[in-house]
């Protein structure tokens, strides 16, 4: 039995209309609460840090845990975050961080064969 | 008034125009990350059974990858149904701080054109927005949501695209591919260029510490609290910083 199956469409569409609109009221939350009124200077200051306090953990157990190794860490996964990491600090180029990433992804995987 | 500047030109004004484009060519890159991303969760869905209907309804309704393959990855492990939308929308709860962020910028906009802003608030239109705003917080209304517009352009359809293509070719894709790693790879692509100073340095080892100490919590609540002492050590660094200097 699939997952789908096992589920079943009127929960799927209850899994995927909550997401949605819970979703999008994340979104809206502080543009339709605070409209064009001033944040105070240290909400400010906490904001400035939202994307590198989310995404480093949000990646982190992905690159140290993936599930397509079963959890196991990977050597071609490691150097490719490494590679995507150092490329992406020398150049501050997010497309020469992503190449560099994948380049060294598949060379490593290509190389351990 | 002498002192007119371009910021101010109408509707169509040049400045509209140049934020617009800005936001495309800078949005360009993503395609080769939102591509396979898509591509992958397509097909993840595909492999779980969902028919075509149900996987295009993820990636339109909700529009956000991480969150999307949670749900996925939570139904596949069996867990409740309560348990799938609660986890998968703590993934997203980094959004409403996405939304502070850009509060201050498209704030003023009308309702609608915010709750397209809402809708369309991806990782990395997010990100192109957040860092265009702080270089040049000066911009008009317009141009700002130009530019915002300009960013989704390349990604937006592309994610439903992508998504489409995915369930469509289902498992013709081999895993030689290692197409999981394209989403690891497009968050740390999007975070090394962030690292520009030591608050944000010190913010991202927090956020790496603490979400992997946390990651025997429920899925998504380690990544909240690592996420909120992150931004915490961020700002106490920037502040214990700025007086050392301030005393020196």
């Given at each position: 039995?699939?997952?789908?199956?096992?589920?079943?469409?009127?929960?799927?569409?209850l899994?995927?209309?909550?997401?949605?609109?819970?979703?999008f009221?994340?979104?809206?939350?502080?543009?339709?609460?605070?409209?064009?009124?001033?944040?105070?200077?240290?909400?400010?200051?906490?904001?400035?840090?939202?994307?590198?306090?989310?995404?480093?953990?949000?990646?982190?157990?992905?690159?140290?845990?993936p599930?397509?190794?079963?959890?196991?860490p990977?050597?071609?996964?490691?150097?490719?975050?490494a590679?995507?990491?150092?490329?992406?600090?020398?150049?501050?180029?997010?497309?020469?961080?992503?190449i560099?990433?994948?380049?060294?992804?598949?060379?490593?995987?290509?190389?351990?064969? | 008034?002498?002192?007119?500047?371009?910021?101010?030109?109408?509707?169509?004004?040049?400045?509209?125009?140049?934020?617009?484009?800005?936001?495309?060519?800078?949005?360009?890159?993503?395609?080769?990350?939102?591509?396979?991303?898509?591509?992958?969760?397509?097909v993840?869905?595909?492999?779980?059974?969902?028919?075509?209907?149900?996987?295009?309804?993820?990636?339109?309704?909700?529009?956000?990858?991480?969150?999307?393959?949670?749900?996925?990855?939570?139904?596949?492990?069996?867990?409740?149904?309560?348990?799938?939308?609660?986890?998968?929308l703590?993934?997203?709860?980094?959004?409403?701080?996405?939304?502070?962020?850009?509060?201050?910028?498209v704030?003023?906009?009308?309702?609608?054109?915010?709750?397209?802003?809402?809708?369309?608030?991806v990782?990395?239109?997010?990100?192109?927005?957040?860092?265009?705003?702080?270089?040049?917080?000066?911009?008009?209304l317009?141009?700002?949501?130009?530019?915002?517009?300009?960013?989704?352009v390349?990604?937006?359809?592309?994610?439903?695209?992508?998504?489409?293509?995915?369930?469509?070719?289902?498992?013709?894709?081999?895993?030689?591919?290692?197409?999981?790693?394209?989403?690891?790879?497009?968050?740390?692509?999007?975070?090394?260029?962030?690292?520009r100073?030591?608050?944000?340095?010190?913010?991202?080892?927090?956020?790496?510490?603490?979400?992997l100490?946390?990651?025997?919590?429920?899925?998504?609540?380690?990544l909240?609290?690592?996420?909120?002492?992150?931004?915490?050590?961020?700002?106490?660094?920037?502040l214990?910083?700025?007086?050392?200097?301030?005393?020196?």
């Open positions: 039995m699939t997952t789908a199956e096992t589920y079943g469409a009127p929960a799927i569409w899994i995927i209309l909550a997401l949605g609109v819970g979703t009221f994340l979104r809206y939350s502080f543009l339709g609460l605070i409209g064009d009124r001033p944040l105070p200077e240290w909400a400010l200051r906490y904001l400035r840090y939202t994307a590198v306090a989310v995404l480093p953990g949000l990646v982190a157990p992905l690159v140290l845990w599930d397509a190794t079963g959890g196991q990977d050597p071609a996964r490691l150097a490719a975050a590679a995507t990491v150092g490329v992406g600090l020398a150049t501050r180029n997010t497309l020469a961080a992503i560099g990433g994948l380049a060294t992804l598949y060379g490593v995987l290509w190389l351990l064969g | 008034m002498t002192h007119a500047t371009p910021q101010h030109t109408g509707p169509t004004g040049p400045e509209t125009t140049t934020a617009f484009w800005r936001g495309v060519r800078q949005g360009l890159p993503f395609v080769l990350v939102i591509a396979p991303f898509g591509l992958l969760f397509g993840a869905g595909n492999e779980a059974g969902f028919d075509l209907l149900e996987v295009m309804g993820f990636s339109v309704l909700v529009i956000a990858g991480a969150s999307q393959f949670t749900a996925v990855q939570l139904m596949n492990d069996h867990a409740s149904t309560v348990m799938v939308i609660l986890a998968s703590a993934v997203n709860l980094r959004m409403a701080m996405y939304s502070a962020s850009l509060a201050p910028h704030g003023p906009a009308p309702a609608w054109q915010r709750a397209l802003v809402a809708y369309s608030m990782d990395q239109v997010f990100a192109l927005a957040d860092s265009d705003y702080r270089l040049a917080p000066k911009q008009s317009r141009a700002k949501l130009a530019y915002y517009t300009g960013a989704c390349p990604i937006v359809p592309l994610w439903y695209g992508s998504t489409l293509a995915g369930a469509l070719l289902g498992k013709a894709i081999p895993p030689a591919f290692a197409l999981d790693f394209a989403v690891p790879v497009t968050f740390l692509a999007m975070i090394a260029p962030l690292l100073s030591i608050p944000h340095l010190v913010a991202a080892a927090v956020s790496v510490i603490m979400a100490v946390l990651a025997f919590l429920p899925a998504g609540t380690g909240i609290v690592a996420a909120v002492l992150a931004m915490a050590a961020g700002a106490q660094t920037e214990w910083l700025a007086r050392r200097r301030a005393q020196q």
